[in-house]
Every structure is written in C-alpha cells, then in structure tokens.
C-alpha cells in the first residue's frame, strides 16, 4: 500500500487516500474526482508526483514506490467535454442513458430536482425521452 498525500491545484490541505502500487491511473479516476468534488466522467484526473506528469490512463505511477510509503502528489483536473468516452461503459451509472443524459441528470440532481433524485439516472432518462416522443 502507498499512502499519498494529495493535493489539488489551488488547494493548500493535503488529503491522504491508501492506494495498491499497481493501481492504474484509470481506476482512480472515480475516486479522485469524489474525493476532491469533481463530477465524473466529466472531469479527468492527471497526477503529478515530483516533476513526473502521469495521464496516460493505463499509466501505474507508485510501482516504484516500495513498502509503506508516503508520497506527495499533486492531482490537477481537466474538464472532459471534448472526449467524454475514455471510461468504460461499466463505469455509467445507467447502461440505457447517453453520457448527454448522464450528465444533465446530474445537474437536475444538483439542481434538486426530486423526481432525479428518486428515479436514478437510467429511469429518469428513459422518462425524459418517453416525454419528448409523445
């Protein structure tokens, strides 16, 4: 286990998160962008330890780091509007939504919209289209 230290570009409190060596910079990104209120899938997490930029999804950047140990990292989030696919179909919240729909479910959720909140995002969306084809 690596223990980091994370922080964010313009945030000065370092948050700790125990991470395998070998995770992938791809099965952090849900985690990241929760632990730091990002919106995911639609923001994407870079990590910079030292001078070492690390964005390649399948990019592992602790394996060198051996045993128990403690680093320093910097996390800076980009906005994904231009290539939101890069995640997994798995990684949705509904197999039926669009990443479109996904994304504005979570701004009705957001928003406090209730039936959004009650519904989940596959049902909700499938109630939207069923309104918009009447």
């Known amino acids: 286990m690596v223990r980091l230290l ?8 370092a948050l700790p998160l125990d991470v395998a060596a070998t995770s992938r910079l ?13 919106s995911f899938p639609w923001h994407r997490a870079s990590v910079v330890i030292g001078s070492a ?4 999804f ?5 394996l060198s780091f051996e ?9 800076v989030f980009s906005r994904n509007e231009e290539d939101p ?6 990684d949705r919240r509904g197999q039926r939504a669009t990443v479109l729909e996904e ?16 519904d989940g995002c596959e049902a909700w969306a499938m109630s939207r289209r069923a309104q918009r084809n009447k």
């Open 6 to 13: 994370l922080r964010s570009l313009g945030s000065g409190a």
């Open 26 to 38: 791809r099965d952090l990104q849900p985690v990241l962008c929760r632990l730091f209120q990002k």
């Open 53 to 56: 930029a690390h964005d390649h």
């Open 58 to 62: 399948e990019s592992q950047p602790f």
């Open 67 to 75: 045993g128990d140990a403690e680093v320093d990292a910097t996390v």
């Open 85 to 90: 696919f890069f995640f997994d179909r798995a």
């Open 103 to 118: 994304y504005e479910w979570e701004q009705a959720v957001e928003a406090g919209d209730v039936a959004a909140q009650i």
